[in-house]
């Protein structure tokens, strides 16, 4: 069974720096883009950045030139570097992968189409 396991949450003053880290488990082959959405209260989700496994990266608008996304293949871990914080960035992130393929057997691999993580919170105060 894969998961998406999510940590580096937490509470952080505006201006300030948080780095999110998504690692799935699991027998994993392969994953060909993971990356980070959000919610914040009351709003629909929306993606916040994304890299594929070659490492080209895409960004919201509202994050660029703040925010950076980066992978360890060799890991099957996903990072957010948040930095220069604002209030509009707190929300709950979530890790989310594309196209993971895991080994079932030696023979046998299994695709999963779109995986989530369980979330984690980001409060950032004014």
């Known amino acids: 069974q894969v998961q998406l396991v999510e940590s580096g949450g937490g509470f952080m003053q505006a201006g300030g720096s948080l780095r999110l880290s998504c690692a799935a488990s699991?027998?994993?082959?392969?994953?060909?883009?993971m990356g980070w959405y959000r919610q914040a209260a009351g709003k629909e989700r929306e993606l916040v950045a994304t890299v594929t496994s070659g490492g080209m990266t895409n960004y919201v608008d509202s994050v660029k030139g703040r925010f950076t996304i980066s992978r360890d293949n060799a890991k099957n871990t996903v990072y957010l570097q948040m930095n220069s914080l604002k209030p509009e960035d707190a929300a709950a992130y979530y890790c989310?992968?594309?196209?993971?393929?895991?080994?079932?057997?030696?023979?046998?691999?299994?695709?999963?189409?779109?995986?989530w993580g369980q979330g984690t919170l980001v409060t950032v105060s004014s």
């Open positions: 699991g027998n994993i082959f392969s994953i060909n883009i």
């Open positions: 989310n992968a594309k196209t993971l393929v895991e080994f079932v057997s030696p023979d046998i691999r299994r695709t999963y189409p779109e995986v």
